[in-house]
T-cell receptor
Framework: SQTIHQWPATLVQPVGSPLSLECTVE??????LYWYRQAAGRGLQLLFY??????ISSEVPQNLSASRPQDRQFILSSKKLLLSDSGFYLC??????????FGPGTRLTVT | GQNIDQPTEMTATEGAIVQINCTYQ??????LFWYQQHAGEAPTFLSY????GLEEKGRFSSFLSRSKGYSYLLLKELQMKDSASYLC????????????FGQGTTLQVKP
């Protein structure tokens, strides 16, 4: 069976500090991978998606970036966090255009 | 645009039936997903509709009308644990599996 991991589960970071969130998928190969952000009381906003190693598409211009160094690894980064980067970050995977399965999420608070 | 519209909040009584509606723009429509999200947790997949009609899964059913740009999620025999947000999400042709999410409907089940 397939599982998706995210870490850390929670993170408190000061404004201007760097960020690295990691997501890994087990039990499948060549998945589509996605990063979403959910602000408090809001819907899910797609940030990045990837259909293969090194292939990243950005949905929203911002100070975040994503990388996919391995087939089942997806990393979300920032060089300098803003207060507005606070939120619940969710990684998801899918086989092509089928349903997406979400990881447990990382709750980020920028102070 | 590709606005996905759902009611913000709904309240229902334990044991009752509730219908959560979702409307979307039909141009380029590919498929529609429903997810359940409990507070502080990641969304979990409930259903996928691509053809017109009703898909039943236990107490949950999902309906789609492609021509009307309309879907609903029907929850029967409501239980307290069904209190959660219900997210409608749509994929469009050429979007490589990207999900466009509505803002979600927060359902409160009361005794």
């Amino acid at each position: 069976s397939q599982t998706i991991h995210q870490w850390p589960a929670t993170l408190v970071q000061p404004v201007g500090s760097p960020l690295s969130l990691e997501c890994t998928v087990e039990g499948t190969s060549n998945p589509n991978l996605y990063w979403y952000r959910q602000a408090a009381g809001r819907g899910l906003q797609l940030l990045f998606y990837s259909v293969g190693i090194g292939q990243i598409s950005s949905e929203v211009p911002q100070n975040l970036s994503a990388s996919r160094p391995q087939d089942r690894q997806f990393i979300l980064s920032s060089k300098k966090l803003l207060l507005s980067d606070s939120g619940f970050y969710l990684c998801a995977w899918s086989r092509g255009t089928s349903e997406q399965y979400f990881g447990p999420g990382t709750r980020l608070t920028v102070t | 645009g590709q606005n996905i519209d759902q009611p913000t909040e709904m309240t229902a009584t334990e044991g009752a039936i509730v219908q959560i509606n979702c409307t979307y723009q039909t141009s380029g429509f590919n498929g529609l997903f429903w997810y359940q999200q409990h507070a502080g947790e990641a969304p979990t997949f409930l259903s996928y509709n691509v053809l017109d009609g009703l898909e039943e899964k236990g107490r949950f059913s999902s309906f789609l009308s492609r021509s009307k740009g309309y879907s609903y999620l029907l929850l029967k025999e409501l239980q307290m644990k069904d209190s959660a947000s219900y997210l409608c999400a749509v994929t469009y042709s050429g979007n490589t599996g990207k999900l466009i999410f509505g803002q979600g409907t927060t359902l409160q089940v009361k005794p």
